[in-house]
């Protein structure tokens, strides 16, 4: 992207329950990163408590911009640009970044740019760390996958901020689907890596669950794989048998790591993508991961472990590409808790 201008974007996110910021240049090169978790706070009340996540990144999100900061060995008179995480996410959350990065860019003049958080999720392949060999970009037509707690989709990826949705989760998503049987399953929140965790010992083939298969379309549908999994557990508590935990971990994310890999390879073929990007919270899943590393066809991008859940890199990314494409915001933008990517 050497036609692009150079540019230096500070990004805040706070779209749930992790306060971020990081600083990024020119859409790929990652100079700081800060990501506050409240999941031990969270984790009493077995997932996100709305109305606490909105006070804690009240508490966090200055110091959290000043240490970004720090680290970086700079100051905000060496930004450029200041990106911030508009939608969708809870709007309490969303209010105190919007409002922070409002007040860095009106205190210091810089231009604002409010950036979609799914979008952000994709941009996270454009990232790595300075002082590190420069990953390949990613090329168009690109097919997307986004897994993430609150959405699974599809996206043809034609260009830069160009997106076309194929299809979607009819009910829940992949994330949400993970958290819901690890609640029953009795395994610690955050579900999706409590259940990766026990499937590592279980057997994958031992239950049959279903895989929803809608053919001939993208979308996809997970609540009645939820529903076999709960069936499948009051029968055996029914029988007075212990839970063979693993095994169910194990055969629920087998099931759901076949769809989402049939699904997007079949996506990929059909539109003619040139590569394919998995993106949000659910790439972290190391059998997903694997799917796609084991085949051949098409060159995957997913992003490193540390960019696969919420943080502001992945924000700075997508914030670069809007502000050096020429879409920068007003400032008087407000946040947009249900928004669309395409
Ligand atoms: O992208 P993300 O951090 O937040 C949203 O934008 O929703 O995604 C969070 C979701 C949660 O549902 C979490 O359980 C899931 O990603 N997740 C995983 C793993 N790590 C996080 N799911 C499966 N396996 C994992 N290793
Ligand atoms: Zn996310």
Redesign the pocket.
């Known amino acids: 992207m050497s036609e692009l201008k150079s540019a230096r974007i500070l990004a805040i996110?706070t779209?749930?329950d992790e306060t971020a910021c990081a600083i990024l240049e020119n859409g790929r090169v990652l100079l700081s990163s800060t990501v506050a978790s409240q999941m031990d706070i969270h984790a009493r009340y077995g997932g996100v408590f709305p109305e606490v996540a909105s006070r804690q990144h009240v508490l966090s999100i200055i110091p959290v911009v000043e240490q970004t900061l720090v680290q970086s060995n700079l100051t905000l008179q060496d930004i450029d640009a200041v990106a911030v995480t508009r939608g969708p996410?809870l709007a309490g959350s969303l209010v105190v970044g919007m409002n922070m990065a409002k007040g860095i860019a009106l205190g210091m003049g810089l231009p604002l740019i409010g950036v979609n958080?799914?979008e952000?999720?994709i941009y996270s392949s454009w990232v790595y760390n300075a002082g590190e060999t420069m990953p390949p970009e990613p090329q168009f037509p690109l097919m997307a996958l986004l897994v993430?707690?609150?959405?699974t989709e599809l996206n043809l990826m034609t260009d830069h901020l160009t997106y076309r949705r194929l299809g979607a989760t009819l009910d829940d998503a992949a994330g949400e689907a993970f958290d819901k049987v690890a609640r029953l399953l009795e395994l610690p929140y955050p579900g999706g890596p409590s259940v990766q965790r026990a499937a590592e010992s279980g057997d994958p083939t031992r239950f049959k669950f279903p895989r929803a298969r809608l053919e001939g379309q993208y979308d996809f549908s997970f609540s009645g794989l939820k529903t076999a999994v709960l069936y499948e557990v009051a029968d055996l508590k029914k029988k007075g048998k212990t839970l063979p935990v693993e095994d169910l971990a194990a055969s629920f994310q087998a099931a759901v790591v076949e769809v989402l890999f049939k699904k997007t390879m079949q996506a990929a073929r059909d539109h003619q993508a040139k590569e394919i990007l998995v993106a949000?919270?659910v790439s972290a899943n190391h059998a997903l991961r694997q799917a796609f590393q084991l085949q051949d066809e098409f060159k995957v991008h997913i992003p490193a472990f540390s960019l696969c859940?919420?943080n502001a890199a992945?924000i700075a990314a997508a914030g670069y590409y809007r502000y050096a494409l020429g879409h920068v915001s007003e400032l008087d933008i407000d946040v947009e808790p249900t928004w669309p990517l395409s």
């Open positions: 996110e779209s749930c996410g958080h799914l952000g999720h993430s707690g609150g959405h949000g919270g859940t919420d992945m």
